[in-house]
């Protein structure tokens, strides 16, 4: 008797042959003639010196060691089974950079990639929330979400992600709840976002200062405001506001989460439409990359909780 095991194909020819108690039904899961089957199975009993049948056609009876072999090797072939499918589904773990403007990075994408890598455990997220444009064409970047630009490159493919609303908000603590009148703004401070670094920012400006956003909304010009701290880093004016230390001009759709957690309140149903937003930015061939086509996706369905 040989020590060497037998090979794959007479193992498997006798398992499906005493699954089926048949050759020939053996043979048409085994896609093969009937004599193959035979053959294999010969050349497996000779190789373990024992006959695992008796019989023949449909008298055809397993041995007491083919029985023993029939439930070891079902166990086998089933984990053989589960282990190519394993192999043939598996993804390589892929890398994606993502640039955005820190407050909506913080706001509104951190607190949903969960529900990213719940969908796409492979591919890895690295977000750069830079206030900063950062460039596309050297491929260290694969998506940028962008604020407030409204020219691109014919090179870029760019998908609107949602229209800009901006509305004065302030912690609930720092007002009374009956206030209504927009001109009782004037009685807080107003927290600002200095732009001015930022070359991309001219279309932001125009919105994001006090003075202009009463003028877009239609409001006395005529107030006598009083204005507190002056930010680089947006984020560190919402803290501020939240906090309690003044007024901030947020957007309505990213700080949605936030507002429903009674953190910032709009006391005077304010929010008003603007020509800015926010855009799904990628190269060509970045295009190409499967995970971005599934981000974009993603984000795209997600957009919807902003409205």
């Known amino acids: 008797m040989s020590n060497w095991l037998p ?13 089926k108690k048949s050759y020939r039904k053996a043979a048409e899961e085994l896609g093969v003639t009937t004599a193959a089957v035979k053959q294999l199975v010969e050349k ?29 090797l079902s166990i086998s072939f089933k984990q053989i089974e589960r282990t190519v499918n394993r192999m043939r589904s598996f993804e390589k773990n892929q ?25 796409h455990p492979n591919i890895e997220v690295l977000i750069d929330s830079s206030p900063k444009i950062v460039s596309l064409s050297d491929g260290s970047v694969d998506i940028a979400i962008r604020f407030g630009i409204n020219d691109y490159s014919s090179n870029l493919i760019v998908r609107r992600l949602y229209q800009e609303y901006l509305a004065p908000y302030c912690s609930p603590s720092l007002v009374n709840k009956n206030i209504k009148n927009f001109e009782e703004i004037e009685k807080f401070p107003l927290l600002r976002w200095d732009t001015s670094q930022f070359n991309w920012s001219n279309n932001t400006r125009r919105w994001m200062e006090w003075e202009n956003w009463i003028k877009y909304a239609k409001q006395n010009q005529n107030l006598n405001l009083k204005y507190g701290s002056k930010f680089t880093d947006y984020n560190l004016a919402l803290q501020c506001a939240i906090a309690g230390q003044g007024f901030i001009l947020g957007s309505t759709p990213v700080l949605k989460g936030i507002i429903e957690k009674g953190l910032l309140v709009d006391p005077f149903n304010l929010s008003i439409k603007t020509d800015l937003g926010y855009d799904v930015v990628v190269t060509k061939k ?11 996706e993603w984000i795209s369905n997600e957009k919807e909780s902003l409205n």
Do not use: H
């Open 286 to 296: 970045s295009y190409s990359k499967i995970e971005v086509q599934n981000f974009i």
């Open 95 to 119: 890398r994606l950079v993502i640039t955005c403007e820190p407050s909506f990075a913080s706001a509104w994408l951190v607190p949903k990639l969960n529900k990213f890598k719940e969908v």
């Open 44 to 72: 497996l009993e000779q190789s373990i010196g024992e006959k695992l049948f008796l019989g023949r056609g449909q008298n055809l009876t397993i041995t007491p060691i083919g029985e023993i072999g029939l439930e070891e």
């Open 7 to 19: 090979s794959l194909n007479s193992l498997r020819a006798f398992e499906t042959t005493a699954r």
